[in-house]
């Protein structure tokens, strides 16, 4: 499975009789999101059509160049329908399946993602929430009928989808779940479709699609009782693991931070895709903190908005550039060391400098470079 070292089957096999059962359990595209098995096993000979972990880098076809990646240190997916987990039993290293059966394990990752939030009537016809491959597509073909949207929720998500609306021209309403003051209580319908969504004054915001964009939960629900600490999310270490030979990635999994000294959760893609492949490469015997810059962007109309680090609300603020031509870098400053840059169609600034977060640099690296202006932060 990996090149250098050991592998897991290698090593379980010096200790146990029996083979080494590594575990994957992720979320899957299931309509009801529920957490699917997926059973890694090595095979002798070279995989056609299959994915090779973490040799590919090409998940449909496997076909990827893969360094190094021979016949006898490739793992596949095993063949077979996705089974949902319904439990975990952390002492007897067993996931328990949908239909009571069980399966056992050596090691196991924990990639389970996240649920978006709904709110009442959420189930209705014409409303959506963006997750999968399939969301998209189907609020895609819903926004091409011409409709007039309602967007609950003004995250980055919700201002995306909000400007891609009125980009087609459609009627587009953007609220956050507390509107000027009056919460969002739930949706309209009528003949089985949404109709707008209801404030708590008894007022409505009439649509013929919502958009449901109020941010996600962990899929913890099927780890309750497990042996496993949750708290907004898998609490996991810097290692990636959860408990002795269990692992948490990607958005499900909660960790402190060593490179900022805070606890986190990051629902961002890359994010996941890096977290997965320390995690992977902790379960095989490497010994790597996950220490990630988290990172993200946004692009609306035309604006880009990019961001590196975290951005703590008692944080000092250097601006540079003048937000009034539409083109700004900010520094963030905490505890003496720069700990987040944000940029406004600015991605050059924000290449330059995104380095001070990287490497912890002095506040005053960024107090001292003339183009940065102190801003007050209220």
Avoid at 3 to 28: C, D, H, K, Y
Avoid at 61 to 80: D, F, M, Y
Wanted: proline content about 7%.
């Amino acid at each position: 499975m990996r090149q250098g070292g050991s592998s897991l089957p290698e090593r379980a096999a010096a200790t146990t009789p029996r083979a080494a059962r590594p575990l994957i359990v992720s979320q899957g595209n299931s309509p009801n999101r529920t957490p699917t098995l997926l059973l890694l096993r090595r095979v002798r000979r070279s995989p056609i059509r299959r994915c090779c972990v973490p040799c590919s880098r090409k998940g449909e076809s496997g076909s990827g160049s893969g360094r190094g990646c021979g016949p006898a240190e490739t793992a596949v997916l095993a063949r077979g329908t996705a089974v949902a987990a319904t439990g975990l039993d952390v002492e007897r290293r067993q996931a328990r399946l949908a239909g009571g059966a069980t399966i056992d394990f050596d090691g196991l990752i924990i990639a389970t993602g996240v649920i978006p939030r709904r709110l009442p009537y959420g189930g209705l016809n014409g409303v959506h929430v963006l997750r999968t491959l399939n969301d998209a597509l189907a609020l895609r073909a819903a926004l091409l009928t011409g409709p007039r949207v309602v967007v609950v929720g003004a995250g980055f998500l919700g201002t995306e989808v909000a400007a891609t609306a009125r980009t087609m021209g459609l009627e587009v309403t953007l609220v956050e779940p507390e509107h000027c003051g009056v919460p969002v209580r739930g949706l309209c319908e009528g003949g089985g479709r949404v109709t707008g969504a209801e404030l708590a004054d008894g007022s409505g915001l009439p649509a013929d699609v919502v958009v449901l964009a109020l941010g996600y939960v962990p899929a913890t629900d099927w780890l309750t009782g497990s042996g496993l600490t949750l708290a907004n999310g898998v609490v996991r270490d810097a290692l990636c693991r959860a408990a002795p030979g269990i692992y948490a990635a990607g958005d499900v999994a909660s960790w402190r931070n060593p490179g900022f000294g805070t606890r986190m959760r990051l629902e961002h893609r890359m994010n996941a895709t890096e977290q997965a492949m320390v995690a992977v490469g902790n379960l095989l015997g490497d010994a790597q903190p996950f220490a990630p810059v988290p990172y993200f962007w946004t692009d609306q109309y035309d604006t880009k908005i990019q961001a590196y680090g975290i951005f703590p609300p008692d944080a000092e603020l250097r601006i540079d550039g003048d937000p009034q031509d539409g083109h700004f870098a900010a520094a963030y400053g905490r505890h003496g060391a720069v700990v987040g840059v944000r940029g406004w169609n600015a991605p050059r600034q924000v290449r330059a400098l995104r380095s001070l977060v990287a490497e912890r640099a002095l506040w005053t690296t960024s107090t001292d470079t003339p183009a940065f202006l102190p801003v007050a932060v209220n």
